[in-house]
Structure formats: C-alpha cells, structure tokens
C-alpha cells in the first residue's frame, strides 16, 4: 500500500476529466474541462498506517464552477509489501459541481491505473439527464483516422449518393470499424 | 448493405446503408434487436417511409407534392397533412434565424420558390426514428447524409461516438462527439460545393466552413446547422443564442469555436 501511495505521489496526480463544459456562453473560446483530482500526496499523510487508510487533498475544477475538498480511502486489497500485481482502489470523496455531486474511483494494479469508475455523477433532475445525454465536441489531432477514433458514424456537410462512394461514412459502412 | 460485428465494449454492433432521397441513409443497431427479423422490419420501415416523404417533398421531382403546390397545381388542403406540418416548422425557422434560413428561397428570376429541404430531412428522419425507438432494448444511430439521430436503451452500453468531418479535408475527423440519446446535425459545402446561401441575400455565404449542432431533436439541430451556417461569421455567436444547442463551427482557416448552451435548458 505504502509502495502505492509513494508511487502516486511521485509519478502522477491523477485527473479524472468527467465532462467538459464552458463556463461562458458567449461562443468564443474553447471549453473548459471540470475535473476531479484525486488526491494522492503520500507527504499528505506520512504517518498513516500501511494497512489502509486516507489522505487528503484538494479537487481543482478547470473552470471555476466546481470546488471543496476531497479526501479519498484506499482499500488495498493485498498486504502491503506484495508482489507488484498488488491491487488497491482510490476512492474520492463526493464532489459538487454545478452539474451535481460527483464522486470517481481510481483502481491500481501493480502500480498502473486500471480502472477509473465514476461512481456518482448527476443525474437526479432534467438538466443532469440532458448532459449526460450529450457532451461537448471534442476536438481531435488533426491527423487522427476515423478507424483510430473509435467513431459509430460521420456527421458532415450533406453527403449525397454520388458523394458516397468517397467518404468517411462508406468507408465505417463497408468495413464496420 | 450490412454488416455485422463483434466489439467487445458494445456487443454485436450491425450495420446498413440504402439510398434514399439521393442520400445514404446508415443505421448501426445494437442490443436486443441488432441482428433479429424485427430489427429488420423497423428498419424497412424507416425506409419506407422516407421513400413517401422523398415524394411528396423532393424537389427534385417535377411531379412531387410540393413542387405541384408550388407551381400552384395544388392547394394545400389538397396536400397529405405533413405538408403543412412542414410549412408551419419552415416559418417558425425563418421566425427564430432572423430570416437567415428559409423554405422561400431567392432566384435568379426574382420569384422565391418553394423549397422545404433544409426543414424536411431532419424532420422526416426524427419522425422515422420512432420507429426504431420502439425496438425493446436496442440501440441505433440513423443518419441520413451525415445528420443523425442517436438513441441508447442501455446505460451499460457506451456512448455512441460520432466523427465529425474536417470540413477542409473530409477524409479526416475534426471532432469526435460523445452522445447517449439526441441527434448530431452539420452543415456545410464539403461535398457540394456552394450550395447554401443567406436567404436574406441569396448570397452563398462567406466566413464560416461548417457547423455541426448536437441537440435533443434532429428537426432543430438540423434547421439550426443551417441557420448558422447561413449567419456565415456570426455562425457562432447565433448559434450561442440557441437554447439548449450544443455545437462546434469550424473556421475557414480550420480554427473552431465550441458553443455550450446546455445550462441555458430550462428546468
């Protein structure tokens, strides 16, 4: 566990970006992301006990819409000192957002994120369904191949039948990527 | 055409495409009913009703409905009623884009002629939707010529994600969109060249290369690409005003602007 925490305190801060959103509405910038950071400053707590326990730190929004404290508990699931497939969750504490309370959980095996789950996020009234309906475009590499996307479909200026033949959507169409 | 495939996140993913209305229409279905005769049957029958609404509202069918209305050959009592369904959608449009998009579009002989394309896609495919929304547990994304609408039955299934074309080079994706369940609609001239004006002028527009809408209704999202576009650089501060509206405009020198209307939903 001990070997975790250090791992995460020095190699990366972990940063869950959940949904983006802007936080002005005037169309002329880019979105910001609201994200989640889970805390993982070992230096936070040193004295904790190896066999589980928490830190704390902060979450940071990168608008300016979402705020407050987090702590998280880890919950290794091997003794401390294991081999190096050792498991251990990271939970963060709830979190508000303008959108709702949200609330993720970061899974390592053998020192490597494997999973990141939100375990909370909004969805108790109209307007939480309708951004979870939806997201924001997300702008890719210019070089980057619809295959290497993971896209389901193409949204373009009208394709017509003679245009077909040519574009992106045939291409998903005939070999179903 | 179809196909079928196997995607260990999403399960058995399958997939058409016909032509109608001289456009591809593409479905993708998973869930229950991706690969079963009752997939099948919903999806004929979104075909065939766009085939009947590709005759009464193609325009490019001398003897369509509305070319006949308009041409004055009929009343529009005459019409079936999803003609004026239509017309009073194409007015409301011209209402809310400050006559930017119309259904009366200019000429060169200075007589406006009749036109609801811009209005009838996106309708008639939202309309056809529901026929596939009826299908127990099962997930599609309809679109015809690259307007959509996405539906997921699932929570456990992801979301679809739906490339958005470089309008500079259609080849390549631009943006990829994340949705669970609305539609995703973009206008723009890639494949057609200049084919969209400013009703206001009849002008083709200037200043803007396309705009892509994701909304709850493929009828707005549809009619909004294009009364954006046609706002040409004012394409995305327009576009801002829309409630609800989420979107990206693409520059002509490739920049974008995102727009988030989402927190202007009411309730």
């Known amino acids: 566990m001990r070997r975790i925490v250090i791992w995460l305190a020095s190699t990366v801060t972990v940063v869950v970006l959940l949904f983006g959103y802007r936080t002005s509405t005037n169309g002329t910038s880019v979105s910001a992301e609201s994200s989640v950071v889970i805390p993982s400053t070992a230096a936070a707590a040193p004295t904790s006990a190896p066999s589980g326990s928490s830190s704390s730190g902060t979450s940071s929004a990168g608008g300016s819409t979402s705020s407050g404290s987090t702590s998280s508990s880890s919950t290794p699931s091997r003794s401390p000192g294991s081999s190096s497939s050792s498991t251990a969750t990271h939970t963060g504490s709830v979190v508000q957002t303008r959108w709702g309370p949200v609330q993720v959980q970061v899974t390592v095996t053998g020192g490597t994120i494997s999973a990141v789950d939100v375990l909370q996020y909004p969805q108790g009234n109209g307007e939480g369904q309708q951004i979870n309906a939806y997201a924001l475009p997300i702008l890719v590499q210019e070089t980057l191949s619809a295959q290497s996307a993971n896209i389901d479909m193409v949204s373009g200026a009208t394709v017509t039948s003679d245009g077909y033949v040519e574009s992106l959507q045939a291409a998903l169409d005939e070999a179903g990527i | 055409m179809s196909a079928l495939i196997d995607r260990p996140t999403a399960g058995r993913l399958s997939r058409h495409v016909e032509h109608v209305m001289g456009m591809p229409i593409s479905i993708a279905l998973r869930g229950r009913h991706a690969d079963t005769t009752t997939g099948h049957r919903a999806w004929t029958a979104v075909l065939d009703q766009l085939r009947e609404v590709d005759r009464i509202f193609s325009t490019y069918r001398d003897d369509s409905i509305v070319n006949r209305l308009d041409r004055g050959e009929l009343d529009l009592d005459q019409c079936p009623r999803e003609v004026a369904e239509v017309l009073d959608l194409g007015r409301e449009a ?174």
């Open chain 2, 94 to 267: 011209e209402r809310q884009s400050g006559g930017a998009f119309s259904i009366c579009l200019p000429t060169t002989h200075g007589r406006r002629r009749l036109d609801p394309s811009g209005v009838v896609k996106g309708w008639a495919v939202e309309r056809a939707s529901h026929l596939l929304s009826d299908l127990d547990d099962t997930d599609f994304c309809l679109s015809a010529g690259g307007d959509m609408v996405c539906h997921t039955a699932d929570v456990e299934r992801p979301d679809w994600r739906i490339g958005i074309e470089n309008p500079r080079n259609p080849r390549m994706l631009i943006a990829v969109v994340p949705i669970r369940s609305g539609a995703v609609a973009t206008s723009g001239t890639a494949h057609r060249g200049q084919h969209l004006m400013d009703a206001r002028t009849g002008l083709p527009v200037h200043g803007v290369a396309s705009v892509t809408v994701v909304g709850s209704s493929l009828t707005w999202a549809d009619i909004d690409a294009t009364a954006a576009y046609a706002h040409g650089a004012a394409a995305a501060s327009w576009l801002s005003g829309r409630p609800g509206r989420t979107g990206l405009v693409v520059w002509p020198d490739t920049t974008t602007t995102i727009v988030d209307g989402r927190s202007t939903l009411a309730g």
